[in-house]
């Protein structure tokens, strides 16, 4: 089946500090990955995105690479802020009923970065 | 353009009452996603609908949960008979062409059943 694993948390660190948040899936065919994040009492928003092997999705400092090999698309962020506190989930899209596409999460993993 | 709209954004129901969740997509958009996220778990997929129609519910629970999306108006999600273990996140996502790449999320509707 379909399935994506991450990281438990939750995750502590000072600002400034590096951040990686590990993402591994189980899927058949080739997938697109995705990192959303949720800040406290709102919805999810698309933080960075790759469609095939290999490529690297960035936005906003931080960076995850597709990895096929090590089926692997781990969030990094060089130096985090106080700002970067929410709860990131990787995601990848699966085939629905009907031609649709559809996303499958993992249990996200809170993040607080303290000053 | 505004972005997916979902009302309201906080509802509190009492056992066995009825909840109503409403979601209207990004203007163009007419794929509509319902996904719902329990308390500390990431969110899960329940229906996905085009106008006037249910193209997959592999993900709804089979009694007292339904969907539609009319021709006019929003796309509503229906919960009968709430009980406590329905309280979670409902989440709706809109996309023009029903690509996971083009989904956009509303900010959700919080569900509580006291």
């Known amino acids: 089946g379909n399935s994506v694993t991450q990281m438990e948390g939750p995750v502590t660190l000072s600002e400034e500090a590096f951040l990686t948040i590990n993402c591994t899936y189980t899927?058949?065919?080739?997938?697109?990955l995705f990192w959303y994040v949720q800040y406290p009492g709102e919805g999810l928003q698309l933080l960075l995105k790759a469609t095939k092997a290999d490529d690297k999705g960035s936005n906003k400092g931080f960076e995850a690479t597709y990895r096929k090999e090590t089926t692997s698309f781990h969030l990094e962020k060089g130096s985090v802020q106080v700002s970067d506190s929410a709860v990131y989930f990787c995601a990848l899209s699966v085939k629905g009923r009907g031609g649709s596409e559809k996303l499958v999460f993992g249990k996200g993993t809170k993040l607080t970065v303290n000053p | 353009n505004a972005g997916v709209m979902q009302n309201p954004r906080h509802l509190v129901r009492r056992r066995g009452q009825e909840a109503r969740l409403r979601c209207s997509p990004m203007?163009?958009?007419?794929?509509v996603y319902w996904y719902r996220q329990l308390p500390e778990e990431g969110l899960k997929f329940m229906v996905y609908?085009?106008?006037?129609?249910?193209?997959?519910e592999s993900g709804m629970p089979k009694e007292r949960f339904s969907a539609e999306f009319p021709k006019e108006g929003p796309s509503i999600l229906r919960i009968q008979q709430v009980v406590r273990g329905d309280s979670a996140a409902y989440f709706c996502a809109s996309s023009p062409i029903g690509e996971a790449n083009t989904i956009y999320f509303g900010e959700g509707s919080w569900l509580t059943v006291v």
């Open positions: 899927a058949t065919g080739y997938p697109s």
């Open positions: 203007k163009g958009h007419s794929h």
């Open positions: 609908l085009q106008k006037e129609n249910i193209i997959d």
